[in-house]
């Protein structure tokens, strides 16, 4: 037996105009922005220059590691409105938590003559490359 569903295309397009109309994600005003975590990667011969943009985050809490060619990059942050007595609080948020990036770039990194500056909440890292090694030629005998 064969089952056949009428089709509506009026009734498929008011469906599908209201689906989602009551369900929308809820943003409070700035609660969102610290779990954005921007990287720029800039490359020339002899280094990759690698920006990322942590504001609100301590220099302390940023963890950058390198392994070969792959860059990790971890922060923690926790951000709190203290309240001073005599006021009076009608609305107090908080946020905290943890961001992380990894990436890996087209050659290995040499760790030992890494830089790394955070400004004005921007983290600049120049990962200078690995030389390449020469290519050895063996003899056979």
Do not use: W
């Amino acid at each position: 037996m064969v089952n056949i569903a009428r089709y509506s295309g009026v009734d498929d397009a008011f469906d599908n105009l209201l689906r989602g109309f009551f369900v929308r994600p809820v943003n409070l005003e700035g609660q969102d922005t610290a779990a954005k975590f921007r990287v720029d990667v800039a490359e020339n011969d002899k280094a990759y220059t690698v920006y990322a943009e942590l504001p609100g985050v301590k220099k302390d809490d940023i963890h950058v590691s390198i392994d070969g060619d792959q860059v990790s990059i971890s922060a923690e942050t926790c951000t709190e409105k203290t309240v001073k007595d005599g006021e009076r609080v009608l609305r107090a948020e908080r946020y905290s938590g943890k961001f992380y990036r990894a990436f890996t770039l087209g050659n290995a990194i040499d760790e030992a003559t890494v830089v790394a500056r955070y400004l004005d909440g921007v983290l600049e890292l120049t990962l200078p490359k690995k030389a390449a090694a020469a290519a050895k030629r063996i003899t056979i005998q």
